[in-house]
Structures are given as structure tokens and as C-alpha cells.
């Protein structure tokens, strides 16, 4: 089983950064994909960045490839989002989802609460 907290969201004005992290608890966490998805008020989730377990590699959805950046630390268990130039459409609830696989591929098999970034002058 793996579990899932987020946090660092909060309150930043457009053209602000925020980074968001992801506790991972369970085992063999480090060998997971871990995937962050945005939820926009009124929308569905979606995929925003996703990193794979040993190798670390990271995949982003178009069009946040050029501003987002996910990262991991298997020893700290811990996952980032670094989130720049921030727009009001980046506002939403983020989440963090762990797949119990290598590799970033469909939807997580776990999820976090999630952490609400706010986006406003």
C-alpha cells in the first residue's frame, strides 16, 4: 500500500512560483511513479507532470512543460512540483498520485487529499 500527503499549497499572486511536495509512506515507495494531476474548479483532474521510480524520468502535459518542474528525493520519500510564472487558470486543487509500477502509464492507484493553490492579484 502507499500513501500519499501533499502540501505547500497557499495563496500567491500571477506570475508567482509555489513548490508543492508529496510524502510518500509504504514500501519501496522509491520504485513507484508518482504523478501530479490539478483539478481546476468545475473540471475534471488532470495530468500535470509525472516521474518514474528508479530512473527518475519526467514526463509533463503540454502546456505547463516549459513553467512546471517534478522532482523526487527516494531518500527523503518525498516528491516536488515547482510551479513558475503562475497563471489564475493554475489555480485548483493539486494532487499527488502513486502508481504501483515503474513507469507513468493511466491513472494512479492512490491518491492524496490533495493541497489547494490559489492564484490571484
Known amino acids: 500500500q502507499l500513501e500519499l500527503v501533499e502540501s505547500g499549497g497557499g495563496s500567491v499572486q500571477p506570475g508567482g512560483s509555489l513548490v508543492l511536495a508529496c510524502r510518500l509512506s509504504?514500501?519501496?515507495?522509491?520504485?513507484?511513479?508518482i504523478a501530479w494531476f490539478h483539478q481546476a474548479p468545475g473540471k475534471q483532474r488532470e495530468e500535470v507532470a509525472c516521474?518514474?521510480?528508479?530512473?527518475?524520468?519526467?514526463d509533463y502535459a503540454d502546456p505547463r512543460k516549459d513553467r512546471f518542474t517534478i522532482s523526487r528525493d527516494n531518500a527523503g520519500r518525498m516528491v516536488y512540483l515547482k510551479m513558475e510564472h503562475l497563471t489564475p487558470e493554475d489555480g485548483g486543487v493539486y494532487f499527488c498520485?502513486?502508481?504501483?509500477?515503474?513507469?507513468?502509464?493511466?491513472?494512479?492507484?492512490?491518491w492524496g487529499p490533495g493541497t489547494q493553490v490559489i492564484v490571484s492579484s
Open positions: 498520485g502513486g502508481h504501483l509500477v515503474d513507469y507513468c502509464s493511466g491513472r494512479p492507484d492512490y
Open positions: 509504504g514500501y519501496y515507495v522509491e520504485r513507484y511513479a
Open positions: 516521474i518514474s521510480g528508479s530512473a527518475g524520468h519526467a
